[in-house]
């Protein structure tokens, strides 16, 4: 069982170029989100998917696009990278959105963007 | 909006003592979720424990146990007979047991204790 997977581990990214972060999971979970971790900052929400068609933003959407087209893929776009976004990136999934149902985390993509 | 601080940056132990982490927490719901996250240098997020806020009872898993104090609004996490293995940065976070709203079913995190586990 993969659980969550993501692509790639490591990045490196010139300030204004573009890039998609892969996220995807094989646990049939509807409820699917991005995290980025700074040092010092925990963890913060970016974007965030109740199922297949419906995203809606966290508490630091800026800089990032996100789309959900099937169940199992969560895709994080930068259409335009900035040192700010350097940083770890963490995908999630859980079976709900609410509650206690535990949250299934990914490896992360640490990004550079110089 | 929620809030939850960690004000332990760093904590260190001795093989097979135990330690406590400390966390507080502000929010004006009633019910939610709080949970302990380890996260070991290879950077996966492991869930160590979850405890709900309607439930009077302290959660343990093995070695691991919370003092949950509601009205003081404080999630402590113990770790008893210390291994090395448990040496990792440990996160407190905080979810909504209620459906919708803004940032529905986020994780709010902590900044953060850095653990060490000396032999």
């Known amino acids: 069982n993969a659980g969550v997977t993501q692509t790639p581990k490591f990045q490196v990214l010139k300030t204004g170029q573009s890039m998609t972060l892969q996220c995807a999971q094989d646990?049939?979970?509807?409820?699917m989100s991005w995290y980025r971790q700074d040092p010092g900052m925990g963890l913060r929400l970016i974007h965030y998917s109740v199922g297949a068609g419906i995203t809606d933003q966290g508490e630091v959407p800026n800089g990032y696009n996100v789309s959900r087209s099937t169940t199992e893929d969560f895709p994080l776009r930068l259409l335009s990278a900035a040192p700010s976004q350097t940083s770890v990136y963490f995908c999630?999934?859980?079976?709900?959105?609410?509650?206690?149902?535990?949250?299934?985390f990914g490896p992360g993509t640490r990004l550079t963007v110089t | 909006a929620q809030t939850v601080t960690q004000s332990q940056p760093e904590m260190s132990v001795q093989e097979a003592e135990t330690v406590t982490l400390s966390c507080t927490y502000d929010?004006?719901?009633?019910?939610?979720?709080l949970f302990w996250y380890k996260q070991p240098p290879s950077r996966q997020m492991i869930l160590v424990i979850r405890q709900e806020a309607y439930k009077q009872q302290n959660a343990t898993e093995n070695r691991f146990s919370v003092n949950f104090q509601k009205a003081a609004k404080s999630f402590s996490l113990k770790i008893s007979d210390s291994q090395l293995g448990d040496a990792a940065m440990y996160f407190c976070?905080?979810?909504?047991?209620?459906?919708?709203?803004?940032?529905?079913?986020?994780?709010?995190f902590g900044q953060g204790t850095i653990l060490t586990v000396h032999p």
């Open positions: 929010t004006s719901e009633s019910d939610y979720y």
């Open positions: 646990m049939n979970h509807e409820y």
């Open positions: 976070a905080y979810r909504s047991a209620y459906a919708g709203g803004t940032s529905y079913g986020k994780l709010t």
């Open positions: 999630a999934s859980s079976s709900a959105g609410a509650g206690g149902d535990e949250q299934y």
